[in-house]
Structures are given as structure tokens and as C-alpha cells.
């Protein structure tokens, strides 16, 4: 796997030493996102998978060889196990992406606790750079209605310039304070308390077929979806460039997801 810029794990001098800081030769400038992006790093995921593990129960070892003869078979055979919520023969699969995503993104994402495995950059042991979430035009602004009955709906142009103008001042000055203790000799695990939610942070997280369907099935909003979710757009944004590249490895699963109104077996 490629390096990426997730935190390095510190050597045993660095732990077990006195406090390590850091200080930065010039001063950053803050730089301003409205997109996250998800890379599929590693998978070993097919259709294939969901088949052999069921199989295995009639056809013992015998599976693997059934499992391309009859593509129709195969096809009726994930959506009833889909149908029939007889999820386990979805576990049989790994997926590993390469996420990055503002902090409260994160805090959301990671309470999804089965059937997922995270690491995230440190703030501990590396800066953290000053890359910042700033919604995007399309992003709507105002909710409307109460809780449990709301919707989201555009927002003026003044709110969106607004919006822009305040975070990215609220970015800076709170950036410029980390630094300033940097500068100072602070340990970067102390500065960081200043830094907002809205600062970028990258993770790998791994998960399979049937944790990322109870993912997308709480975190996407679907015309298919039998039980509708109300996901924070950011989080959403992530779960759908996850399932672009699930819906690739494992078509035939993915369809069946939506035709079975996109609950996890
Ligand atoms: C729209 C939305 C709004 C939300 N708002 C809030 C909020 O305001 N505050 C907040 O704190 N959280 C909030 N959450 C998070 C939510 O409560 C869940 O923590 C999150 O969606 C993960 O779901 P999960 O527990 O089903 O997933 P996982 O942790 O992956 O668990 C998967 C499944 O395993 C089983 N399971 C896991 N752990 C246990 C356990 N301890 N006991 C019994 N069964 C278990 C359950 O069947 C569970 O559905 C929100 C989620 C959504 C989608």
C-alpha cells in the first residue's frame, strides 16, 4: 500500500522521551475545501464471495465451481438472501478505503462500530495542516421545520456569502493560535484544542459488504430506500463515493441492496 498522509506511528524514543514540539519555519496559510474524497485502496470483494459463502452450506467445497455456471442462479440466489436478510455470506469480503473528510465528519462516521476497522491521522504526532471545509454552492443552507420533520432548503446568496466570509475568518484566526503556540514550544497534542471540526482529517477505514450496506442504508438518501434516513449532507457525500466503488466490485449485491429497499441483511 502506498504511504499516505496518515500520522506515522511515533518511534519508542519519540514515546517514551520528553514532549516533542514543533516548530514550523514559516507560517502556513489556511487553504478551503467544499468536496471530501474517498479512494478504494484495497479490496478483495466480488459477487463470487457472497455465492461461495452461501453455497458452502449445500454444496460444501464444491461450490466454487457452481458459482459462474448458472449467472441466473446466482443473480436469484444473492437477492434472496438479500430479501430473506440472511446477511453473514455478505461478510465474506474486505474493502478498504482512503478517506478525507472534516473532523465532524469523522466524529459521525466513526460510530458505526461493527464490521469496521479505522485509523486516523494524528494530531499527536504530526501538524495538522490547515485545510478547511467551506460548504459549496450546492450545499443548502437552511433547515426548515422541526426535529424528526425538517428539510433543507437553499439559502440566500447573502447566507452563502456570509457562511463563506465568517468560517474562513474563524479558520484563520483559529490556526493562527495553534501556530502561535507552536512557535511557542506547546506540544502540537495541547495546541490542537483550538482547531474547529471543520478541519480536514484522512482515515483508512475497512469494512465489508454488509457493514457498508447498514452504513449507506443510515447515511444515504435513496428513492429505492424503504425506510427513509435524514444523514448530514457531508457524511452523505462520503457514503455515496464509497458506494460508487462497492457498486463496481459487487453489481450484482448493490442491486440487490436497492431492490430490497437498501436495508442490510
Ligand atoms: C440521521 C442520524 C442521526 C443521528 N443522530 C445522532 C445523535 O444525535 N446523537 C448520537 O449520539 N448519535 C446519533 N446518530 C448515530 C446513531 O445513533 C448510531 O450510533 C449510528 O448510526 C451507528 O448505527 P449502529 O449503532 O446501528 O451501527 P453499528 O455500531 O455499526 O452497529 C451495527 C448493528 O449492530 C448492533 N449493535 C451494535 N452495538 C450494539 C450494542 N451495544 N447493543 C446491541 N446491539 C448492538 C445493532 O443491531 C446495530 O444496528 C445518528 C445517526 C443517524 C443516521
Given at each position: 500500500m502506498a504511504a499516505r498522509k496518515l500520522g506515522a506511528a511515533p518511534s519508542e524514543r519519540t514515546r517514551e522521551g520528553p514532549p516533542v514540539t514543533e516548530t514550523p519555519a514559516e507560517t502556513e496559510k489556511a487553504s478551503f475545501r467544499s468536496d471530501v474524497t474517498v479512494e478504494l485502496v484495497k479490496h478483495s470483494a466480488a459477487d463470487s464471495d457472497v455465492l461461495w459463502a452461501a453455497r458452502v452450506s449445500t454444496a460444501g467445497e464444491q461450490s466454487l465451481e457452481e458459482i459462474t455456471k448458472d449467472p441466473e442462479r446466482s443473480k436469484g440466489l444473492i437477492n434472496f438472501l438479500m430479501r430473506d436478510r440472511h446477511g453473514s455470506p455478505f461478510e465474506h469480503n474486505s474493502m478498504t478505503f482512503f478517506i478525507s473528510a472534516p473532523i465532524f465528519v469523522f466524529r459521525e462516521f466513526m460510530r458505526h462500530r461493527v464490521g469496521w476497522s479505522?485509523?486516523?491521522?494524528?494530531?499527536?504526532?504530526?501538524?495538522?495542516?490547515?485545510?478547511?471545509?467551506?460548504?459549496?454552492?450546492?450545499?443548502?443552507?437552511?433547515?426548515?421545520?422541526?426535529?424528526?420533520?425538517?428539510?433543507?432548503?437553499?439559502?440566500?446568496?447573502?447566507?452563502?456569502?456570509?457562511?463563506?466570509?465568517?468560517?474562513?475568518?474563524?479558520?484563520?484566526?483559529?490556526?493562527?493560535?495553534?501556530?502561535?503556540?507552536?512557535?511557542?514550544?506547546?506540544?502540537?497534542?495541547?495546541?490542537?484544542?483550538?482547531?474547529?471540526?471543520?478541519?480536514?482529517?484522512?482515515?483508512?477505514?475497512?469494512?465489508?459488504?454488509?457493514?457498508?450496506?447498514?452504513?449507506?442504508?443510515?447515511?444515504?438518501?435513496?428513492?429505492?430506500?424503504?425506510?427513509?434516513?435524514?444523514?448530514?449532507?457531508?457524511?452523505?457525500?462520503?457514503?455515496?463515493?464509497?458506494?460508487?466503488?462497492?457498486?463496481?466490485?459487487?453489481?450484482?449485491?448493490?442491486?440487490a441492496f436497492n431492490a430490497n429497499g437498501r436495508v442490510a441483511p
Open positions: 479505522y485509523n486516523e491521522e494524528s494530531g499527536r504526532y504530526r501538524r495538522l495542516e490547515p485545510v478547511f471545509y467551506v460548504p459549496g454552492e450546492a450545499r443548502k443552507l437552511v433547515q426548515q421545520g422541526r426535529p424528526g420533520k425538517y428539510e433543507f432548503v437553499e439559502g440566500t446568496r447573502a447566507q452563502h456569502e456570509l457562511t463563506g466570509r465568517v468560517m474562513e475568518d474563524a479558520y484563520r484566526h483559529a490556526y493562527d493560535a495553534y501556530q502561535e503556540m507552536l512557535a511557542a514550544g506547546v506540544a502540537r497534542e495541547v495546541a490542537r484544542s483550538v482547531l474547529p471540526v471543520g478541519l480536514f482529517s484522512s482515515m483508512y477505514a475497512t469494512c465489508n459488504a454488509r457493514s457498508l450496506m447498514h452504513f449507506l442504508g443510515l447515511r444515504t438518501q435513496h428513492e429505492q430506500a424503504a425506510v427513509p434516513s435524514f444523514p448530514q449532507r457531508e457524511i452523505e457525500m462520503v457514503g455515496e463515493k464509497m458506494e460508487e466503488h462497492w457498486a463496481r466490485l459487487m453489481p450484482l449485491t448493490h442491486a
